[in-house]
């Protein structure tokens, strides 16, 4: 059973950047997953952030975070991480990590297509 454990989450100042961890257990190599981070603020829908193939060569992000945010994997270590510079109070929100099973495209962005979750790690950006 895929187990997924985010971490590195906290406060930090708008434009100050943060490095989120997503630690991949219960399989021999997280490299079989495609992957993702969604986000939720406090009444609002889980959205999707950014997804990444399961090799690492291909990613994908939310207009958003586009161009702030860096999305990569080291499958040696079976974590995925989520590089957030030039934080914005919008950021704030409990993120979470995602990964599916091998079928089908790796680049989806709803949450209901991913089949393993995160208990999430929350983020404040203060103005």
């Known amino acids: 059973q895929v187990q997924l454990v985010e971490s590195g989450g906290g406060l930090a100042q708008a434009g100050g950047s943060l490095r989120l961890s997503c630690a991949v257990s219960?399989?021999?190599?997280?490299?079989?997953?495609?992957m993702a981070w969604f986000r939720q603020a406090p009444g609002k829908e889980r959205e999707f952030v950014s997804a990444i193939s399961q090799a690492g060569g291909s990613t994908d992000y939310a207009d958003s975070v586009k161009g702030r945010f860096t999305i990569f994997r080291d499958n040696s270590k079976n974590t995925m991480y989520l590089q957030m510079n030039r934080l914005e109070p919008e950021d704030t929100a409990v993120y979470f990590c995602?990964?599916?099973?091998?079928?089908?495209?790796?680049?989806?962005?709803?949450?209901?297509?991913?089949?393993?979750w995160g208990q999430g790690t929350q983020v404040t950006v203060s103005s």
């Open positions: 219960g399989v021999p190599s997280s490299s079989t997953y495609a």
């Open positions: 995602a990964a599916r099973n091998p079928v089908g495209t790796w680049d989806l962005c709803f949450a209901y297509d991913y089949d393993y």
